[in-house]
């Protein structure tokens, strides 16, 4: 496996600011169009993905799912818009390492391939994980586990306090809970950690 990252988007002129930004930091990159295109040239690629959740033909969850399906190991980070969070999530269950809300912040994603990358060198003990995870999600109060359900589940602060029977606002200070007690940096590790736990 090489330090390498497949980027996979239909905009051709984030591609154009994407292959800027990694040239940049020293990111070898390839750029791809479409899921289907990277998919054709898969027997000779390596690294890590980098792939827009939504676009025409294979979107990237469909990407992950393929990539499982055909034994593929391949680290892989979603791009996602505001609204396809609940999308992301699922994306998370299905094995995505890390998803980057647009408009994103680069160090955040140049950091996020970095670890991806790292990873493919030291692939972490499933039953490592699981204890890692479970330990930082024993600090949580059961009220705070309930939330960490429902953020697993895609749903939005709305949906959760309407179901827990208590305001969004509470919602809100229970998810800035989880962060704290779980040294979680964004969403995404959040949801790491919650699914490594077996949440």
Known sequence: MSDRVHVIDDDEGLRDALAFLLDVNGVEACFYPSANEFLDA?????????????????????????????????????????????????????????????????????????TALTNLRSVEEPDVARRAAEERLSQLS???????????????????????????????????????KTRARNVAELMRIALAAGL
Do not use: W
Request: net charge negative; proline share 6%.
């Open 42 to 114: 898969l027997p000779v690629a390596d690294g890590c993905i980098l792939t827009d959740i939504r676009m025409p033909g294979l979107t990237g969850l469909e990407l992950v799912r393929e990539l499982k399906h055909r034994g593929a190991t391949f680290p892989v980070i979603v791009m996602t818009g505001h609204g396809d969070v609940p999308l992301a999530v699922e994306a998370m269950k299905a094995g995505v390492v890390d998803f980057i809300e647009k408009p994103f912040d680069d160090a955040h994603l140049i950091s996020a391939i970095r």
């Open 142 to 180: 059961p009220r705070e586990r309930d939330v960490l359900v429902g953020v697993v589940e895609g749903k939005l602060n709305k949906q959760i306090a309407f179901e827990l029977e208590i305001s969004p606002r509470t919602v809100e200070i229970y998810r800035a809970n989880l962060m704290s």
